[in-house]
């Protein structure tokens, strides 16, 4: 029978605080769609500010933020963004720029650090000469912290030269900011700084901050203008908006500083996984609160051999192969449930190989 259960899945499953659910029950509120929530647009505002940018939009996910931040960098259909081959743009969002917006991908590879080497962006835009064939460049896309390569963080300096290339083109520049204050936190920089060169930025709420709903889309006034209409456009546009915003608030007010908290205990799971035998984590490359680990070829267990012997103990984690498995921590994972975890993982190796007659 499980007694406790440790939901690694994603940052994702949190479920919202008293303090949320009390906001959200004194929200002040009206209808956004036409412009009159002022919960909405205080969130907004704030989020702009910590960011550095003009203004902000809330939108229903980072999906959406994502799609609509495309759409209006690349308003002519046929356009071609530069984007990473493993980002969640081009692997996790449906194919969203495309099949709605016409807008054409072109993957330049991620590099174990989620960045994209300078020269082969440079290499991938397209030459304008070349227009009677080719889509157009109008955008380049980056991604910080970058999930599918464990939470890794991408450096001030990296997107200002990422940032002085666009420009050097005349292309823009969005960051998909999913876990961006991760980033921030790991790197000790300012989350305005690691912004700074962006021309527009996703920012979810609903994962390291532990938002039941939501992110918000910032850059110019003109970009948030045309975004807003997109929204709508898109069925995102929500009436009394507010009370959602009102969580959200309270998760950008209290939870960035329990980030520190989940990449801390994100390392100490994974030099604890690694120790165990048929598991094996790059604890380097862990930097914040996103662990992949493998189990070792040879050892005769599958991930979701593994997978289904955690399940039993309460324990849930993600399946990425057949011997690849994903982790990540939020605020609502203890100290206590990565001891539990690991203690989980060993008895859950025990119980495969025993039914393996090893």
């Known amino acids: 029978m499980v007694t406790k259960s440790v939901d690694l ?3 994702t499953v949190t479920k919202p605080t008293e303090a949320m659910r009390a906001a959200m029950a004194t929200a002040e509120v009206d209808d956004d769609v036409l412009g009159a ?44 963004v530069i984007l990473g081959d493993n980002c969640h743009i081009h692997i996790y969002e449906n194919g969203g720029i495309s ?5 054409h991908p072109r993957p330049v590879k991620n590099n174990d650090d989620g960045t994209m080497d300078i020269g082969l962006i440079e290499a991938a835009i397209r030459d304008p000469r070349g227009e009677i064939v080719y889509p157009t460049t109008r955008l380049i896309c980056l991604e910080n912290s970058h999930a599918n390569t464990g939470g890794r963080c991408l450096s001030a300096e990296y997107t200002d030269k990422v940032g002085e290339l666009a ?4 292309l823009k520049l969005h960051i ?31 994962k390291g901050l532990g938002a039941p709903v939501g992110s918000v889309i910032v850059g110019s006034k003109s970009f948030i203008s045309k975004a807003r209409r997109l929204r709508k456009t898109l ?3 929500m009436r009394q908006l507010g009370f959602i915003c009102a969580a959200a608030f309270v998760a950008l007010k209290e939870n960035v500083a329990k980030l520190e908290g989940d990449h801390k205990k994100a390392k100490v799971l994974a030099e604890g996984l690694n120790q165990i035998k048929g598991l094996r984590v790059n604890v380097a490359a862990v930097e914040t609160n996103i662990i992949f680990f493998d189990i070792v070829e040879g050892s005769k267990i599958t991930a979701e051999k593994l997978y289904k012997k955690l ?11 057949p011997l690849r498995m994903r982790i990540v921590l939020h605020h609502q994972i203890s100290s206590s449930d990565v001891l539990y975890t690991l203690s989980c993982f060993q008895q859950a190796l025990i119980g495969v ?3 393996n007659g090893n």
């Open 9 to 11: 899945r994603s940052d």
């Open 37 to 80: 929530d002022p919960t909405a647009a205080r969130l907004e505002s704030e989020v702009a500010k910590i960011m550095g940018k003009e203004a902000g939009l809330f939108v229903a996910s980072g999906t959406m933020g994502n799609l609509i931040s495309v759409l209006v960098h690349c308003d002519i259909r046929g356009s071609e």
């Open 99 to 103: 099949t709605i917006g016409g807008v």
């Open 167 to 170: 420009k050097k083109h005349g």
């Open 176 to 206: 998909d900011g999913a876990r961006i204050f991760n980033a921030s936190v790991a790197l000790g920089v300012p989350v305005n700084r690691l912004v700074q060169a962006a021309d527009s930025v996703s920012v979810c709420l609903s």
């Open 235 to 237: 069925g995102g546009g």
């Open 311 to 321: 399940e039993e103990h309460g324990v849930l984690v993600m399946l990425e192969g």
């Open 353 to 355: 190989q025993e039914e």
